[in-house]
């Protein structure tokens, strides 16, 4: 009796050793696994501001139109290599370098247009500033789709920014012009094209991103001079026009009266 006992005991232990300790120590190591935290994969990616090239992981990151910043500063500010991090980038083939010997950027140019005259929001602007203007969508284009222009900026009705060009490199808005004793202000100015007609007043919203982007500017750049494209090319340009309230933007964008050599009555 006593060894039947003893076997039965020598079985059982076999039994727990063989069966139930290795299936209690899964189950314990499965519902482990269940309650430790999974790695997040958009915690674990790595992205580069694209202003400092600083390493970050995404979820730290700002994106913008697929390009990430490390934070609202950089993606409020020019890039050393010219860009803005709060515009839409739409690169525009119709640049090229400064000329050495007057490479400073010293003046900010304020133009308007629109495309069709008086309409807004078509896309033809971007179109035109990237050679895609079709000449059979109107008339007036027929006469312009053949020009290779562009403008560092463009300022929607609605506030958005657009770049079209590095503010490092010679964008082509200013054409035949002179700033005092300095012909083709091209080569040392910024352009900055408001959509509009210069007789319609200009939206709140678009003075307001002229005044940041005048902000970015002036921390980037030595500016010197704001004027109108009809400052540089008088008789021949009219833009922005009389409805461009200089006063205002003089106060808002904190710009001082020596950087207005014409003055701040809409002209």
């Not at 079985?11 to 790695?39: D, G, M, T």
């Not at 020019?78 to 490479?103: L, M, T, Y």
């Not at 929001?121 to 312009?144: C, K, Q, V």
């Not at 503010?167 to 100015?189: C, I, K, M, P, Y």
Request: proline letters at 6%; a neutral charge; hydrophobic letters at 35%.
């Amino acid at each position: 009796m006593i060894k039947i006992i003893e076997f039965l005991l020598l079985f059982a232990l076999v039994y727990w050793v063989i069966y139930i300790f290795p299936k209690k120590n899964r189950l314990k190591r499965q519902n482990s696994e269940k309650a430790a935290p999974q790695p997040n994969p958009q915690m674990l990616k790595m992205v580069e501001c694209v202003f400092c090239k600083i390493q970050l992981p995404l979820h730290d990151s700002f994106e913008y139109q697929q390009r990430h910043y490390c934070g609202l500063r950089h993606y409020n500010e020019i890039s050393p290599q010219g860009w803005i991090g709060c515009a839409k980038h739409v690169p525009s083939p119709n640049f090229d370098e400064r000329p050495q010997a007057s490479s400073t950027i010293d003046t900010v140019v304020i133009h308007h247009i629109s495309l069709p005259e008086g309409k807004f929001g078509s896309g033809a602007i971007e179109a035109f500033f990237t050679n895609r203007l079709n000449p059979h969508d109107d008339p007036y284009f027929e006469t312009i789709a053949h020009l290779q222009v562009s403008s560092h900026f463009l300022i929607q009705r609605d506030g958005q920014l657009i770049q079209f060009v590095s503010t490092n490199q010679r964008a082509w808005h200013a054409g035949a012009s002179q700033l005092f004793e300095r012909q083709s202000v091209n080569d040392f100015s910024i352009g900055i094209e408001l959509e509009g007609t210069g007789e319609l007043p200009f939206e709140p919203a678009q003075y307001q991103k002229l005044s940041q982007l005048i902000a970015a500017l002036q921390k980037q750049y030595s500016i010197q001079y704001f004027v109108g494209h009809s400052d540089i090319s008088p008789g021949r340009k009219m833009d922005p026009g009389k409805s461009f309230d200089w006063e205002y933007v003089s106060q808002i964008a904190k710009i001082s009266e020596s950087q207005l050599p014409f003055g701040v009555q809409s002209r």
